[in-house]
């Protein structure tokens, strides 16, 4: 599958998804193993202090570590996910970048992190891994 065709199929299922179309997740890259989601600020996805509120940046995390596993084997279950924060979620958009480490017929392992934009810069906001595991899909 080409980066293009393979990067409309990931818009389509992110569509799919509930919670993605509330949040505005949008897939701007993806390739075999990679995928880029972009959220841009709203004051309605803050925290108490204004920042972007930690199960959102979770939630970038746990979504670009399971579309970059679904490019490699198709559609995946989390069976363990890990957040780390390094710095508040400020900024005008949020970007999480995940890469999958090793792909198996079991289990898949990708790693994301999620930078804010802040007058042009990135920012790094936070970094995780996912566990990822191959779920049989219906003929």
Not at 83 to 92: D, M, Y
Request: hydrophobic share 50%.
């Amino acid at each position: 599958m080409e980066d293009s065709e393979m990067l409309e199929r990931l818009r389509a299922v992110n569509a799919s998804a509930a919670f993605n179309r509330w949040a505005g997740f949008e897939v701007t890259e993806a390739a075999p193993g990679h995928v880029r989601l972009r959220l841009e600020w709203r004051e309605d996805l803050g925290q108490y202090a204004g920042h972007l509120h930690a199960a959102l940046v979770a939630g970038l995390v746990d979504t670009a570590c399971g579309f970059a596993a679904f490019t490699q084997v198709g559609v995946v279950a989390a069976s363990n996910c890990t957040v780390n924060f390094v710095s508040p979620g400020v900024g005008t958009a949020f970007v999480a970048t995940a890469r999958s480490v090793k792909a198996g017929r079991k289990q898949v392992f990708v790693t994301a992190e999620v930078h804010a934009e802040r007058e042009g810069e990135p920012v790094l906001v936070a970094f995780g891994t996912t566990l990822l595991v191959p779920l049989a899909t219906k003929a």
